[in-house]
């Protein structure tokens, strides 16, 4: 939910000592590394932490604890020693956070009570009818702050709208291919506004820089709900490839990899199947556009130089395919034999 432009200041003041203890935890963890070669754990960052609040900081004490977690859960994710340092000011500042846990949050009012402040927001949810629990505020290119927090919401399970088991395949040409015979193509989000971010950058106009941004932000995620929805309305299974995006996006193709947003639709995929009782597994997709799915021979086209293959035909049972149609049957394969796991195993216990 958007949070009214007054309170913009006071969050900014409070993003810049969440940075302050975000270096602080980065600065600890290098030396404790350098001289114990050991990671230092979120716990023990805390003890350090804790007397934070009360020497002059005017953070919520569970606002320093999540910042140490968020720290360290960052550093294994990204196994690295050091982490990049949040910045409060000039061009390169990281966008405004301050992250809170389950109780810091209170709502009165239609406004919410944070760290002894009242704020203000355009309550587009309801938030009156939720349990709050934890969550952040995050401030947008254009400089507007957010409020995010997760909610307790009872779920409904009722059988899934749909009826059928479809695989997908991720891919840069086509956003995604389904074995159904789906092929949406990628929207190029960020090429097609590339000239005017370009002018907008050299005549110096950091505003329409950042409209610019936001505007990308919001085009990507219409699409990718647009098509999670869909998706999840039509299927009873819904089977993903496992495509990695970091070990793609050092290659020439990067910049299509970052903009085509796989993991965020994985992720909506999820949760929208999650509350939707649909079955939901992301698969191994290895070999996925060479073996032939009718006849399952390892005869399609191999390597980098496959890449650019479209169509091809398996040398063994003579079926045409299309590369990504076909990598999507393979994936439906993979997640049929998982889902008869799912459902064979607890069945085989009743009736042991
Ligand atoms: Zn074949």
Same mark, same amino acid.
């Given at each position: 939910?958007?949070?009214?432009?007054?309170?913009?200041?006071?969050?900014?003041? @409070?993003?810049?000592?969440?940075?302050?203890?975000?270096?602080?935890? $980065?600065?600890?963890?290098?030396?404790? +590394?350098?001289?114990?070669?050991? %990671?230092?754990?979120?716990?023990?960052?805390? /003890?350090?932490?804790?007397?934070?609040?009360?020497?002059?900081?005017?953070?919520?004490?569970?606002?320093?604890?999540?910042?140490?977690?968020?720290?360290?859960?960052?550093?294994?994710?990204?196994?690295?020693?050091?982490?990049?340092?949040?910045?409060?000011?000039?061009?390169?500042?990281?966008?405004?956070?301050?992250? %809170?846990?389950?109780?810091?949050? /209170?709502?009165? $009012?239609? @406004?919410?009570?944070?760290?002894?402040?009242?704020?203000?927001?355009?309550?587009?949810?309801?938030?009156?009818?939720?349990?709050?629990?934890?969550?952040?505020?995050?401030?947008?290119?254009?400089?507007?702050?957010?409020?995010?927090?997760?909610?307790?919401? !009872?779920?409904?399970?009722?059988?899934?709208?749909?009826?059928?088991?479809?695989?997908?395949?991720?891919?840069?040409? &086509?956003? +995604?291919?389904?074995?159904? =015979?789906?092929?949406?193509?990628? !929207?190029? +989000?960020?090429?097609?506004?590339?000239? /005017?971010?370009?002018?907008?950058?050299?005549?110096?106009? *950091? @505003?329409?820089?950042?409209?610019?941004?936001?505007?990308?932000?919001?085009?990507?995620? &219409?699409?990718? #709900?647009?098509?999670?929805?869909?998706?999840?309305?039509?299927?009873?299974?819904?089977?993903?490839? $496992?495509?990695?995006?970091?070990?793609?996006?050092?290659?020439?193709?990067? *910049?299509?990899?970052?903009?085509?947003?796989?993991?965020?639709?994985?992720?909506?995929?999820?949760?929208?199947?999650?509350?939707? =009782?649909?079955?939901?597994?992301?698969?191994?997709?290895?070999?996925?556009?060479? &073996?032939?799915?009718?006849?399952?021979?390892?005869?399609?086209? /191999?390597?980098?130089?496959?890449?650019?293959?479209?169509?091809?035909?398996?040398?063994?049972?003579?079926?045409? #395919?299309?590369?990504?149609? $076909?990598?999507?049957?393979?994936?439906?394969?993979?997640?049929?034999?998982?889902?008869?796991?799912?459902?064979?195993?607890?069945?085989?216990?009743?009736?042991?």
């Amino acid at each position: 939910m958007r949070v009214k432009d007054k309170h913009a200041s006071w969050l900014s003041a @409070q993003a810049r000592e969440v940075n302050f203890v975000w270096n602080f935890c $980065n600065e600890l963890s290098v030396r404790v +590394f350098e001289r114990e070669r050991r %990671f230092i754990g979120a716990y023990e960052l805390q /003890k350090f932490t804790d007397g934070a609040t009360k020497e002059g900081l005017g953070l919520h004490s569970h606002t320093v604890q999540e910042v140490g977690q968020e720290y360290c859960r960052r550093r294994s994710q990204f196994h690295k020693v050091k982490l990049r340092w949040r910045v409060s000011g000039g061009a390169r500042r990281s966008l405004g956070w301050v992250p %809170f846990k389950t109780g810091a949050l /209170k709502y009165a $009012n239609g @406004q919410v009570r944070f760290n002894g402040q009242t704020l203000s927001l355009w309550d587009s949810y309801g938030l009156s009818r939720y349990d709050l629990r934890a969550g952040n505020f995050s401030e947008d290119a254009r400089g507007r702050w957010y409020l995010n927090v997760t909610v307790r919401v !009872p779920v409904q399970l009722g059988p899934p709208a749909g009826q059928a088991e479809v695989g997908i395949d991720l891919g840069l040409k &086509d956003f +995604f291919a389904t074995s159904d =015979g789906q092929q949406v193509e990628a !929207p190029q +989000f960020y090429r097609d506004l590339e000239p /005017k971010l370009a002018a907008a950058q050299r005549a110096g106009k *950091k @505003q329409r820089v950042r409209a610019l941004h936001a505007r990308i932000a919001n085009r990507r995620k &219409d699409f990718l #709900h647009k098509y999670s929805t869909a998706l999840v309305r039509k299927y009873r299974a819904i089977f993903v490839g $496992n495509v990695n995006a970091s070990s793609l996006a050092q290659t020439r193709a990067a *910049k299509s990899v970052l903009d085509a947003g796989w993991s965020t639709f994985r992720t909506m995929l999820q949760y929208k199947c999650d509350s939707a =009782g649909v079955w939901f597994k992301e698969v191994d997709e290895a070999y996925s556009t060479q &073996d032939c799915h009718v006849c399952g021979s390892r005869s399609g086209p /191999k390597g980098l130089a496959g890449l650019s293959v479209r169509r091809w035909q398996c040398l063994h049972c003579r079926a045409e #395919h299309d590369r990504d149609i $076909n990598a999507a049957h393979n994936i439906r394969a993979r997640g049929m034999a998982w889902l008869e796991e799912q459902i064979a195993a607890p069945l085989a216990r009743r009736l042991a």
